[in-house]
C-alpha cells in the first residue's frame, strides 16, 4: 500500500514545482523554495561535487529564477580579442516581470587553462552563461545556499585542466560543514528541514522522521504521515 502513496506525494510535489513562485523576501517560503530546488538539481544532476562540495550548474541557477519568477536575457556579448588571444565579455540582465532587478558580467578568453584550442563559439558560449550565473548569483545567491549548494556557479570554478579529477582551484572561501540532509538555514547556519511544511527541525527529529517515516518531518508533521 505504501508505494501507491509515495506516487501520490510524488505527482503532488512535482505540481507544485511546476506551478509555484515562491516570495524570498519572506525566509518560511524561502525554505520551502530551497526544498524543492535542491530536489530538483538532486534528481536532475544539475551540480557538480567538487572537493566535497556541490556546486549547482548555470540551469539550476535558471531553475532557482524561475521558482521566484526573474527571466534573464543576455545581452550582446561583446569581441574584446586581441592578438593571440579570444576574448569575450558578456552581461546578462534580471527581469521580475517589467522590472529590472539585477545583472550580471562574466568574461571568457582561450588563455584561460586548457581552454587554448577552444573553437571561437565555444568561447563566446561560455561568457554568455557565466554571465547567466553571475547575475543569478548576484540576486538569489542565498537561495542556492538555503538549498545546501555552494553559493559560486559551476561555470565560475577555476580547474587546472578539464579532464576529470583534474585539480581544482576553489574560489569560495566557504568552508562550512554540511551533515548528511542538512541546508543552510536562514541565519546562515545548517539545520534540517521539515520536508513537508520546509519548517527547520531538529536532529533528533531528522533522524527518527527518516528512520520511522522515510523522510525529514518535524513532530507536528510526523503526527499525520504514515508509517513505512
Request: hydrophobic letters at 35%.
Amino acid at each position: 500500500m505504501s508505494a501507491p502513496q509515495n506516487k501520490e506525494v510524488v505527482k503532488t510535489e512535482k505540481k507544485m514545482e511546476l506551478t509555484t513562485t515562491y516570495d524570498v523576501a519572506k525566509p518560511a517560503e524561502a525554505v520551502k523554495m530551497a526544498v524543492v530546488l535542491k530536489n530538483i538539481v538532486v534528481s536532475q544532476n544539475l551540480y557538480t561535487h567538487i572537493q566535497g562540495r556541490n556546486y549547482a550548474h548555470v540551469e539550476g541557477w535558471m531553475l532557482a529564477g524561475m521558482l521566484t519568477g526573474i527571466n534573464v536575457i543576455v545581452d550582446e556579448p561583446k569581441d574584446i580579442s586581441k592578438a593571440g588571444e579570444i576574448k569575450y565579455s558578456a552581461s546578462a540582465t534580471l527581469y521580475q516581470g517589467d522590472k529590472i532587478v539585477g545583472k550580471g558580467f562574466a568574461v571568457c578568453s582561450n588563455k584561460e587553462s586548457k581552454k587554448v584550442k577552444f573553437d571561437e563559439y565555444a568561447i563566446l558560449s561560455m561568457a554568455q552563461t557565466r554571465a547567466i550565473g553571475k547575475a543569478y548569483r548576484n540576486k538569489i545567491g542565498f537561495i542556492m545556499k538555503l538549498a545546501g549548494f555552494q553559493g559560486t556557479p559551476a561555470e565560475e570554478m577555476k580547474k587546472v585542466g578539464d579532464e576529470p579529477n583534474s585539480e581544482t582551484i576553489i574560489e569560495s572561501g566557504d568552508t562550512q560543514e554540511i551533515k548528511k540532509g542538512q541546508v543552510i538555514g536562514p541565519d546562515g547556519n545548517p539545520t534540517w528541514v521539515c520536508s513537508k511544511t520546509g519548517d527547520p527541525i531538529t536532529e533528533a527529529e531528522y533522524a527518527y522522521s527518516v528512520k520511522v517515516f522515510g523522510k525529514a518531518l518535524s513532530r507536528e508533521a510526523q503526527k499525520t504521515a504514515k508509517k513505512k
